[in-house]
DNA sequence: CGAGGTGATTTGAACGATCAAATTTTAACG
DNA sequence: CGTTAAAATTTGATCGTTCAAATCACCTCG
């Protein structure tokens, strides 16, 4: 049945006589080991199932080849789901690199960072990644004093982006995309439907569709984030009748859809409309929406914790302070 | 600025004068500790800013207070949402419990198989919580071998609902919920679009929808899961019109997605129509949808896991192999 | 044949904490 | 005040691995 106490090294040196330190070798760096002693050794591990034990390893490393990541809270609203693939697409990579995730939750900033502190100290991680930084936060802050390497998804707006390594989305990059897209397609009173100033990420997606305009005009709307929101300032657009739209961009896919369906009842069900996150919610009703891909976003991450090619996170605060945008995609539907 | 060598427990000792011992139990347990030297000792850590090595207590204890959860990919079993809800709120609840929560993703089985070996053996995790787990499954054999405690979310189906620990939705109360809302609401002809027979999950949904249903006859269609079956199924339902229908209980939102557009294409915009999931799709559309609730799964898996109140997890095989059903809600739109 | 070098293997210490047992201090009581 | 029990504290060993240095085996060459 189950083997009471799992075998450590020294069982393994015992039974393939030899000593402790040349079974580690075998298990860590093969190449040095005559090749005779290396079967002698791999057919003791076969036969007792030994694994390294991970901890022990840790502890005389003083590495934990883990990473931790802080899961947000589930905000209910039709985002989220990005952060959802991020941190999915983050575990693979890790994965793949050796490299283990470990994932918490904090409710309130001070408990994160007695979170974070107990885990830069207890040597539980190697580095951790934030999520929505903003400009001198007290996360990086805390972690650039303990030595903690760190990255961030999410530019710190207004840090001339180099406050600290991050890796984002080029959200004015998405919109320029889509605004094209309806320009090409739907004709040139292209409109955007986006949320009240100052918002950084909002800004910049408002950005990409006044760079695509140029000396355009058509309408710029401004409300919370939501279905209804989004509904309601459209069903007025449209009774209002006073200027020609011909498509919408947003700056979310709930806006998006507060767009269709207003459109729907004004009796314009072809309008279109590009949302922003391709959530499920946009495929399932036929919304093109620009596509985030935080898959990228976290090899992107893993790369300036890493390097481009290793398994091992640099030690000490990151040298490069860089950040790194990652172009959207646009869905049409 | 960044202290280059963490303070350890011999540095506090010293400090305080007093052993390493006392040390750890102020720490650990406060209460067999003189109030006078408590205070010594606190001053001291708070002094040296002492967080004590997460390593090096779990090598010594032989324990890791960290259990592993594997991500799903995206598609296929309990997905999407749910799941990202479900690792969420078990990550916060494994917090105050004072529990690590290790994530880790496999492509495939093969994979995960070795990744749990390498968990279990390396002492890395004290349990591993598995999703969507069939009769007899290879992974759940495993860990018993090992002697490794697990938990799973989703029903063995098949086994006598007894074959390991477990908690899952009770996905007959939802839809037999959604089924008697509908007849109250909307008349007798309650129609069920679900998924092909010999799926566990489908078939326990359709149980719950006939057992509300009684002797009352109503179509009950079938197809594989999406928006776009669901709306073809619907919309030859409706044109064939043969039978009266009042309403549909799906078994997903994507199928109610389908089958609203299917009703709303058709001239019955006010059909009314229940999904399964209560998705942010169905949100955005006010479908009423049945809410699983997987916070509260998690919250049972715990209680499987370390009792109902302990801060430990309990060694060994698990004592009790039975199963906890939770109730969904129906959310009404 | 011995010095020197290279490659393979072994030995002892260390990582930082807790366990278990031993020791010292304090309290209680006749 | 002396004895004894209880409380508080200290000591030595240990968890399983890797690092750094030491040792051993073997080969080459003058």
Redesign the interface.
């Known amino acids: 049945?189950?083997e009471?106490r799992?075998a450590t090294i020294e069982d393994v040196a015992r039974e393939a006589g030899v000593s402790r330190q040349t079974v580690s070798n075998v298990v860590n760096r093969p190449g040095i080991v005559k090749e005779a002693t290396r079967r002698k050794v791999l057919v003791a591990i076969e036969e007792l199932?030994?694994?390294?034990?991970?901890?022990?390893r840790?502890?005389r490393q003083r590495r934990?080849s883990?990473i931790g990541v802080k899961?947000d809270?589930?905000s209910?609203?039709?985002s989220?789901?990005v952060l959802?693939?991020f941190?999915?697409a983050l575990?693979?990579h890790a994965?793949s690199r050796g490299l283990?995730?470990?994932?918490?939750?904090?409710r309130t900033l001070a408990d994160e960072l007695g979170?974070i502190?107990?885990l830069a100290?207890?040597?539980?991680v190697d580095a951790i990644i934030l999520t929505g930084t903003a400009l001198g936060d007290p996360r990086a802050e805390r972690l650039?004093?303990?030595?903690m390497p760190f990255a961030a998804f999410g530019r710190p707006w207004g840090a001339g982006d180099a406050d600290h390594p991050w890796v984002d989305i080029d959200g004015a990059a998405g919109t320029r995309a889509a605004t094209e897209h309806l320009l090409a397609r739907a004709g040139e009173h292209v409109a955007f439907l986006g949320w009240p100033p100052d918002s950084g990420t909002g800004d910049d997606r408002e950005r990409g569709w006044r760079a695509a305009m140029g000396d355009r005009a058509a309408p710029r709307l401004a409300t919370l984030d939501g279905?209804n929101e989004g509904r309601r300032l459209v069903r007025e657009l449209l009774e209002r009748g006073e200027t020609p739209v011909d498509g919408i961009v947003c700056a979310s896919?709930?806006l998006a859809?507060g767009a269709h369906l207003a459109a729907v009842r004004a009796g314009r069900p072809d309008l279109q409309i590009v949302g922003f996150d391709n959530?499920?919610?946009a495929?399932?009703?036929g919304i093109s929406s620009v596509e985030q891909l935080p898959e990228r976003v976290a090899e992107g991450i893993l790369e300036l914790l890493m390097g481009s090619e290793g398994t091992e996170i640099r030690r000490g605060p990151a040298p490069q302070t860089a950040g790194l945008l990652v172009e959207p995609r646009l869905i049409v539907r």
Chains 1, 2 share one sequence.
């Open positions: 049945m189950a009471q799992v199932g030994y694994a390294p034990n991970a901890v022990a840790r502890l934990s883990t899961l809270a589930y209910g609203g039709i989220g789901v959802d693939r941190v999915h575990t693979e994965s283990r995730v470990l994932v918490y939750a904090a979170y502190n107990g100290d207890g040597g539980e650039r004093e303990r030595g279905v896919d709930a859809i959530t499920a919610a495929e399932a009703i």
